[in-house]
């Protein structure tokens, strides 16, 4: 079946530092990749998503790249804040079938 | 646009009672979804309506949960009765149809406490 494997947490960095997660999946068909994140007493929110191969999502100057030679969906930062402290967690959907599958989340924390 | 409402927001219950909580999606999205997340991991879906039918259930643990979606809005779902490893967060989530492209949009989660 399919599956999403990301990095082990929890992941802290200073303000300004760079931010990569990785996540990796496995899937059968096309699926479409995504990275939600969850803010502390919140519900899941869709931070971006790519839909075929070579597409990249981005948002909030959050930025992710789908690569299926390496079936990878890493997301990327270049100067992380404060705000951004939040668990984030890698999904794909379409696979073998419409669910969403999701990693086991990445909690990154941001130090002023 | 108002998002996806759950309540009650926490809810702390001894093992073997019953507990239920509630969903309301966004108006006018046909399908719904109840995920459980328990801590440390992703949400894993329990069930799936499309209007008032069951799509897909096939991870529920049908001996103590069940759900409902009365008149295709609304919905609830029951523990009865609750187990320790029940203890997670409830997250219901709603889009406008099934299918890939679809997106989901999540409510802030019910999160019970078994004792």
């Known amino acids: 079946g399919d599956s999403v494997t990301q990095m082990e947490g929890p992941v802290t960095l200073s303000e300004e530092a760079f931010l990569t997660i990785n996540c990796t999946y496995t899937?059968?068909?096309?699926?479409?990749l995504f990275w939600y994140v969850q803010y502390p007493g919140e519900g899941l929110q869709l931070l971006l998503k790519?839909?075929?191969?070579?597409d990249k999502g981005s948002n909030k100057g959050f930025e992710a790249t789908y690569r299926k030679e390496t079936t990878s969906f890493h997301l990327e930062k270049g100067s992380v804040q404060v705000s951004d402290s939040a668990v984030y967690f890698c999904?794909?959907?379409?696979?073998?079938?419409?669910?969403?599958?999701f990693g086991k989340g990445t909690l990154l924390t941001v130090n002023p | 646009e108002a998002g996806v409402a759950q309540s009650p927001r926490y809810k702390i219950i001894e093992k073997r009672q019953s507990v239920a909580f509630w969903c309301n999606p966004i108006?006018?999205?046909?399908?719904l979804y109840w995920y459980q997340q328990i801590l440390g991991q992703g949400p894993k879906l329990l069930i799936q309506?499309?209007?008032?039918?069951?799509?897909?259930d096939s991870q529920l643990p049908k001996d103590r949960f069940s759900a409902e979606r009365l008149k295709g809005v609304d919905s609830t779902l029951k523990i009865q009765p609750a187990k320790l490893e029940d203890s997670a967060v409830y997250l219901c989530?709603?889009?406008?149809?099934?299918?890939?492209?679809?997106?989901?949009?999540f409510g802030p989660g019910t999160r019970l406490t078994v004792t």
């Open positions: 989530a709603s889009s406008l149809g099934d299918g890939q492209f679809y997106e989901q949009y």
């Open positions: 899937a059968t068909g096309y699926p479409s």
């Open positions: 790519a839909t075929k191969a070579d």
């Open positions: 999904a794909l959907r379409g696979g073998s079938n419409y669910k969403l599958t």
């Open positions: 108006s006018g999205h046909a399908t």
């Open positions: 309506f499309q209007n008032n039918g069951v799509v897909d």
